[in-house]
């Protein structure tokens, strides 16, 4: 009897272990689907988000310089350069999705519910929603960072 309460708690703390194992599988580097950006997704008490650290078109033709949030609904915020640009925000890690977060378009300056999950170890699938209305993008993992 004491044997099977040893390995019913020893199996219980390993499925403990897997799932907080999961909940970082997202943590990385991600190429957007049209290969546009990479996205750093990262954790920050125990909810993650994403930051744009390369886009393919960085330079604005328009002003030569680099490209800003421009279509941002706040004009305080059209100023700031896309780079560094936070566009996934507060998602928490349950039941092997990552819910409750919201993605940012900088193409449109729209945020839309969002959840995301995974295909395999190595693409990320994001789906954002409006009203009834969803879009779902998969993103590769780059290797190296």
């Given at each position: 009897?004491?044997?099977?309460?040893?390995?019913?708690?020893?199996?219980?703390?390993?499925?403990?272990?897997?799932?907080?194992?999961?909940?970082?599988?997202?943590?990385?580097?991600w190429?957007?689907?049209?290969?546009?950006?990479?996205?750093e997704?990262?954790?920050?008490?125990k909810?993650?988000?994403?930051?744009?650290?390369?886009q393919?078109e960085?330079?604005?033709?328009?002003?030569g310089?680099?490209?800003?949030?421009?279509?941002?609904?706040?004009?305080?915020?059209?100023?700031?350069?896309?780079?560094g640009l936070?566009?996934?925000?507060?998602?928490?890690?349950?039941?092997?999705?990552?819910k409750?977060g919201?993605?940012?378009?900088?193409?449109?300056?729209?945020?839309?519910?969002?959840?995301?999950?995974?295909?395999?170890?190595?693409?990320?699938?994001?789906?954002?929603y409006?009203g009834?209305?969803?879009?779902?993008?998969?993103?590769?993992?780059?290797?190296?960072?």
């Open positions: 009897m004491k044997y099977g309460i040893f390995f019913l708690l020893f199996f219980y703390g390993l499925g403990k272990l897997s799932a907080q194992g999961n909940a970082n599988a997202i943590v990385g580097v190429l957007s689907e049209n290969k546009r950006l990479k996205v997704v990262y954790e920050s008490n909810k993650y988000f994403g930051k744009i650290l390369w393919y960085k330079i604005d033709p328009e002003t310089k680099p490209k800003l949030d421009k279509e941002n609904p706040d004009p305080a915020k059209r100023n700031r350069p896309l780079i936070q566009v996934l925000k507060d998602f928490e890690f349950k039941d092997g999705f990552w409750n919201y993605v940012y378009n900088s193409q449109n300056g729209k945020t839309y519910s969002c959840e995301i999950w995974m295909e395999g170890k190595d693409v990320l699938v994001l789906r954002g409006w009834l209305v969803y879009h779902t993008e998969k993103w590769t993992r780059v290797k190296g960072g």
